[in-house]
């Protein structure tokens, strides 16, 4: 079954820092765009950052810019979402989802992992 599964959510304190990951399950991740979203209950889903399959990057959200780096492992068909100096409007459930580029409505998605950020 073709799928992406998040892992690596958590809770921490302000300041601290999460790495989650975007594992494919069975496509290659390769020639993809990969973007990573976040939801917070009763609001809607907002974008993060996506990376194209050349390496390109977008970032959806000015509040993350130098906190957050988007970043692939194409040997693991893995992506990964670096978080630094997280602060508690990050808190939300954490989504990744492939497509063929950084665009809405992406074709693949996980589950989404929970990221706390709580004092």
């Known amino acids: 079954q073709l799928g992406l599964v998040e892992s690596g959510g958590g809770l921490v304190q302000p300041g601290e820092s999460l790495r989650l990951s975007c594992a494919a399950s069975g496509f290659s991740l390769e020639h993809y765009a990969i973007g990573w979203s976040r939801q917070v209950p009763g609001k809607e889903r907002e974008g993060v950052l996506c990376?194209?399959?050349?390496?390109?990057?977008?970032n959806y959200l000015d509040s993350v810019k130098g906190r957050f780096t988007i970043s692939r492992d194409n040997a693991k068909n893995t992506v990964y979402l670096q978080m630094n100096s997280l602060k508690p409007e990050d808190t939300a459930v954490y989504y990744c989802?492939?497509?063929?580029?950084?665009?809405?409505?992406?074709?693949?998605w996980g589950e989404g992992t929970l990221v706390t950020v709580s004092s």
């Open positions: 989802a492939a497509d063929d580029g950084c665009h809405d409505g992406m074709s693949y």
């Open positions: 990376i194209s399959s050349s390496g390109g990057i977008t």
